[in-house]
């Protein structure tokens, strides 16, 4: 239970990273970012993934 919330701190931190301050660097257009937010995009759903899969591992154990 532990990682999961870990995992899912982790997607809020990257996405509130990328909604502060990837995306006003984009729209100041400055093209640099643009692969970075590529790369953390990506990260977030591998991230998201890794949230499903705990949960799916989670759910039908007893507590």
Do not use: N, W, Y
């Not at 996405?15 to 729209?27: E, N, W």
């Not at 953390?40 to 154990?61: D, K």
Request: charged share 10%.
């Amino acid at each position: 239970m532990l990682a999961k919330l870990a995992a899912v701190c982790a997607v809020g931190a990257a996405g509130a990273h990328t909604h502060f301050r990837l995306v006003p660097t984009i729209v100041a257009a400055q093209e640099a970012a643009t692969p970075r937010m590529h790369r953390l995009v990506t990260a977030e759903l591998a991230l998201f993934t890794v949230v499903l899969g705990l949960t799916a591992v989670l759910v039908p154990l007893s507590p």
